[in-house]
């Protein structure tokens, strides 16, 4: 009727609101991406979310849904220095003289970046470590499921001097959800565990990923090596304790000193580091099985490959279980040479040669190739890898500070914009949604 006011409407009632949760993760389970359930678990209720936070959930999700690659994060790798240690800066450059900072991380986004991704990669490039207490100097160690591992590493910039203790055993470690932005620092170890005095690496694996128990746990295990093999340090979310696992059977590997060892990588459920020795004339793969938290060797997939690439060898980072590569960069010829573990025959697997990648022709290689130098022959001889995963590459070169990124796919190089002496990994990240960091009751945690 004219001038009768009308009643505003009453908020649509939740048609979920009968199903049990149960019947609300079925339905949740068939939204689209990662993306489309951060996305619709937010704006509903407080109930949603639940159900599609828990670790359970997620697992599951996870399976039916594999995570979309969002970028990749550079550091230093614990390894920080400053370029003027290796002479004067180049033409045009200030010299920094400046602290080391806290952390100082690049973000690299994919070009085009997941539907609805848009926001996560935004919040990737702004992480930071604020929550965390200032020790040293924090750098990347691992990326999993979409959490970052990281150590802490001592600010060695004011030592002087071109030597320095690059694998110096990190003090601190922390586990970190760039979404989110929560971090978690772990308990410090004992200290009279004896851990030897060479760090070779960590990694975060999350535990109970293949049971449906609706609990979120991880451990991060830490290889370090001591006067005659590798050791393992292993912490635990579930003890909030670190432990030493006895290596019996690489105990001895290394009878006489430390041998060249790479940064490492990890493919699928094991880690694996590049070992070379000029002198004893032997070179393998040290691998470590996350699951049975052993070490053992495996034979690189040529004789004397370290000798033939210059040590220009890496294992290709990659989450599947039985995808094991090996690629090698060829100087001067700009080539990528990769190797296949095959398993279809045995159990122990046989290496298959594959691909041959020239990227001399690639967009934007001739500017990096000349470093600065004018010449391309001297100028490939000065390129090495510093990390391979879905599908890129990235290099440095001894005569500029840049990092370059070789899209294989496209076969284009691309600069990264900090002007910083990186050493270290290049890590992929996805958008894989994880439960709740656990409370690991830390001064720092946040």
């Known amino acids: 009727m004219r001038g009768e006011r009308r009643r505003p409407a009453q908020p649509a009632a939740d048609a979920t609101a009968v199903l049990d ?37 997620l697992r599951r999700f996870r399976r039916l849904h594999p995570p979309p690659l969002l970028g990749f994060f550079v550091c230093r790798g614990g390894r ?28 690299l986004p994919v070009a085009a970046p997941p539907p609805g991704a848009a926001g996560a990669v935004r919040r990737c490039g702004e992480f930071s470590l604020s929550s965390l207490p200032s020790v040293d100097h924090w750098a990347l160690a691992d990326a999993r499921d979409g959490l970052l591992l990281l ?124 070992v070379h020795d000029w002198e004893m004339e032997f070179q393998h793969l040290l691998v470590l099985d996350t699951r049975t938290k052993k070490f053992s060797t495996m034979n690189l997939p040529t004789t004397d490959m370290c000798d033939k690439y210059d040590r220009n060898v890496k294992v290709v980072r990659s989450e599947d279980d039985r995808d094991l590569r090996v690629v090698a960069l060829a100087r001067p010829k700009c080539e990528l040479h990769f190797w296949r573990r095959d398993w279809s025959r045995s159990a122990q697997g046989r290496w298959l040669k594959e691909d041959t990648v020239k990227f001399l022709k690639a967009d934007g290689i001739l500017h990096f190739l000349e470093g600065g130098n004018g010449c391309m022959f001297f100028g490939a001889m000065g390129l090495r890898m510093i990390g391979v995963g879905e599908g890129f590459v990235f290099f440095k070169h001894n005569d500029t500070l840049w990092v370059y990124v070789l899209n294989l796919k496209e076969m284009k190089l691309q600069k990264l914009p900090n002007r910083e002496m990186y050493s270290g990994y290049a890590l992929p990240h996805r958008m894989a949604l994880s439960p709740p960091l656990p409370n690991l009751d830390q001064e720092g945690s946040h």
């Open 21 to 57: 949760d149960a019947d609300l993760a079925e339905i949740l389970l068939r939204l689209p991406s990662p993306a489309a359930l951060a996305r619709t678990a937010a704006l509903v209720c407080r109930r949603w979310r639940r159900v599609a936070s828990s670790p359970a959930f």
């Open 80 to 107: 920080p220095y400053r370029h003027r240690h290796f002479g004067d800066p180049l033409p045009g450059e200030p010299r920094d003289e400046g602290p080391l900072p806290a952390l100082d991380p690049t973000f």
């Open 151 to 274: 150590c802490s590493s001592c600010d060695r910039s004011t030592d002087g001097g071109d030597h320095l203790e690059l694998r110096r055993i990190p003090q601190h470690f922390a586990v970190c959800d760039p979404l989110s932005g929560r971090s978690v620092l772990l308990p410090q170890r004992d200290a009279g565990m004896y851990l030897g005095y060479d760090y070779l690496g960590a990694t975060l694996v999350i535990t109970g990923d293949d049971d449906e128990g609706d609990f979120f746990s991880f451990e991060v295990l830490m290889a370090t090596y001591f006067d005659k093999g590798p050791l393992l340090c292993a912490f635990s979310s579930s003890s909030q304790e670190w432990a030493v696992f006895p290596c019996p059977a690489t105990e001895k590997l290394y009878d006489y000193r430390t041998p060249w060892i790479d940064d490492g990588a990890r493919a699928g459920g094991c880690v694996y580091w590049v």
